[in-house]
């Protein structure tokens, strides 16, 4: 694409902006600043549309009891077990474990701690789901 081709149509990011590489006119590669592109805006859209839903079916299991507050933090911040293990310095089997009401209840205070750092909430917030009461 052409330098002055690249699309500069309202972007889902406000004022940030897109970097894209283009072709200026010696025709060579130069990175070019680009507000947005309408079909990246709508697969963007619908993208958020089913992290959104997904968020929110995890959150409805959450308030219901089964799953614990950990499920939603989760599945707000889209981290699987894996990668939060790989944060807390856990066994994949134990953050799933922990997703489960009881032993979620159970955890010791330290882990808990650790687990709220990672999510950049405190302890209070990572025991509750919105909705509803620790």
Do not use: C
């Amino acid at each position: 694409m052409r330098r002055k081709d690249v699309p500069q149509d309202k972007s889902l990011f406000g004022e940030m902006k897109e970097i894209r590489y283009a072709v200026d006119d010696e025709g060579r590669y130069v990175l070019v600043e680009s507000a947005g592109w309408e079909p990246a805006n709508i697969a963007n859209n619908e993208a958020w549309k089913s992290i959104d839903s997904a968020v929110e079916a995890v959150l409805a299991k959450a308030r219901a009891g089964e799953l614990s507050p950990l499920a939603y933090h989760m599945a707000r911040n889209q981290m699987d077990p894996r990668m939060l293990a790989d944060y807390a310095g856990l066994f994949p089997w134990q953050v799933r474990r922990h997703m489960k009401p009881g032993p979620f209840r159970r955890m010791r205070r330290a882990l808990l701690f650790r687990y709220a750092a990672i999510f950049r909430i405190t302890a209070e917030e990572f025991r509750s789901v919105p909705g509803n009461r620790a």
